[in-house]
């Protein structure tokens, strides 16, 4: 639910971003036919042909290192950020300026966020619960808690 809430939010973004727009505040583009070039960013290139923005769809492509998507993923991989910070990054280059859009994007995706760590919170507690009881050591500290009133159930 909340996945779908994020992707249709990214989605809206991507939408209302041009990705020509985006790439040239980091690239240097050259028009070329119907779409435009430039050296990739995401390989050491050296020389223009392998590159190419596609305004009409609105993705890029390399045909070097393989590197392709949609304006968000380009903003993704060239400032190496996670999917949200992506996101809010896109709206500041592209210049949309919808804060209730923005702030849609940190309060949804801050739900997913939380969750993370909460599995890695649960995982490191099932861990401990399972050094206790198995481990030498455990047993020890499991004795010691019994002493202090404490029951296998706790
Ligand atoms: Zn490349």
Redesign the pocket.
């Known amino acids: 639910m909340a996945e779908n809430n994020q992707q249709d939010l990214f989605k809206t973004i991507v939408q209302k971003a041009d990705i020509v727009e985006v790439a040239s505040h980091y690239l240097k583009l050259t028009k070329k036919g119907n779409n435009y070039t430039a050296l990739?960013p995401?390989?050491n290139?050296k020389s223009l042909g392998?590159?190419y923005i596609n305004q009409e769809k609105q993705i890029f492509k390399?045909f070097?290192?393989g590197?392709a998507g949609n304006a968000l993923n380009f903003i993704k991989e060239i400032e190496n950020i996670s999917w949200k910070e992506a996101a809010v990054k896109l709206c500041e280059v592209a210049g949309i300026d919808e804060p209730e859009l923005r702030n849609s994007i940190v309060t949804k995706t801050v739900s997913e966020d939380i969750k993370q760590i909460y599995d890695c919170l649960q995982a490191l507690s099932d861990f401990y619960v399972l050094s206790l009881k198995q481990s030498e050591d455990g047993a020890e500290a499991l004795e010691y808690l019994h002493k202090r009133g404490l029951s296998d159930e706790n």
């Open positions: 990739c995401f390989h290139d392998s590159f390399c070097s290192c590197m």
